[in-house]
């Protein structure tokens, strides 16, 4: 439903311009350059990540947690989709911190996707990626795109997740664990 794609949507994009917001206000991270430049490559990249998440919510989510449970408890279409989405994302070669905010984002998209709201999983994994790679590249996203934003780290690389990515920061773990909250 294009209502929960878009409060998915607005979930994963508020998250990383509050994380960019956050970090440029006390100097975690730096722009290399200080003025936005647009691309075409933000509108293409657009489709990119909608389909990479469309395939992800198909494949992770709708097949391999529904096969999972078939004869089974839920709790194992949890796990297999949360096995699946490493695998598929290639988050087993993050840092510790990485690998458990993806595995965070893995729950919480299966919760998500098993509630009915496969939309908003969609559109978390979709608004999350195209912003933290293409409109506001963080160290780490290696899209080939030119993006609006490029960030390097300065310091607090606990909190950003330094030249591993947004993704591998304290910063995540906590606006995940509130997602989760509220979801649960």
């Not at 100097?27 to 990540?49: G, N």
Request: with cysteine.
């Amino acid at each position: 439903r294009a209502r929960d794609f878009a409060l998915g949507a607005l979930w994963g994009l508020l998250s990383v311009l509050a994380g960019a917001g956050l970090f440029l206000a006390v100097d975690s991270m730096r722009p290399y350059v200080r003025e936005l430049s647009f691309h075409t490559d933000l509108l293409w990249m657009l489709a990119v990540y909608y389909l990479a998440a469309l395939a992800e919510e198909r494949f992770a989510r709708g097949l391999t947690m529904r096969v999972a449970t078939l004869h089974a408890h839920p709790a194992w279409g949890y796990a297999a989709s949360a096995l699946m989405f490493l695998a598929v994302t290639g988050a087993y070669a993050l840092r510790p911190l990485g690998i458990v905010n993806m595995l965070l984002t893995a729950l919480i998209c299966a919760r998500l996707s098993a509630t009915g709201k496969a939309g908003a999983a969609v559109g978390l994994r979709f608004a999350w990626s195209w912003a933290s790679s293409a409109f506001i590249a963080f160290p780490g996203a290696t899209t080939g795109a030119q993006a609006a934003l490029r960030l390097y780290a300065v310091s607090e690389n606990w909190l950003t997740g330094g030249d591993g990515g947004l993704i591998c920061g304290a910063w995540m773990t906590l606006v995940l664990l509130a997602l989760a909250a509220w979801l649960l």
